[in-house]
């Protein structure tokens, strides 16, 4: 699975940005559905999430009221709105999911967990 997460960029403390990650194939084959970021020298925070089954995207507590993950299936995109974004938002931010069926390997990335993911985009926040 290629997932290429696209949109990173240089933004100033309270400025927004929005990711993209163009899905392989249909939305409806993944179970879960999300994003994770990752600091140098940190371990990977999950961003947001949803699952099939789940009416609500789960976010990470720092992130909930600025950031919405939100996604489109006629276009199989997923997208991650960042508004008011801090200093502490600066990472790499990964599109990630878990396969509807298959035999994988999870990785736990609170409050997510993901099977797959790929390249991801750096947001860096600076004044």
């Known amino acids: 699975v290629q997932l290429q997460a696209s949109g990173g960029g240089l933004v100033q403390p309270g400025g927004s940005l929005r990711l993209s990650c163009e899905l392989p194939?249909?939305?409806?084959?993944?179970?879960?559905i999300g994003w994770f970021r990752q600091a140098p020298g940190k371990e990977r925070e999950g961003i947001s999430c949803?699952?099939?089954?789940?009416?609500?995207?789960r976010y990470r507590e720092s992130v909930k009221g600025r950031f919405t993950m939100s996604r489109d299936s006629t276009k199989n995109t997923v997208y991650l709105e960042m508004n008011s974004l801090k200093l502490e938002d600066t990472a790499v931010y990964h599109c990630?999911?878990?396969?509807?069926?298959?035999?994988?390997?999870?990785?736990?990335?609170?409050?997510?967990?993901?099977?797959?993911w790929g390249q991801g985009t750096l947001v860096t926040v600076s004044s």
């Open positions: 990630a999911t878990t396969p509807m069926s298959g035999h994988v390997v999870y990785t736990l990335v609170e409050p997510c967990v993901f099977a797959s």
């Open positions: 194939g249909f939305t409806s084959d993944y179970d879960t």
């Open positions: 949803i699952s099939s089954g789940e009416t609500d995207v």
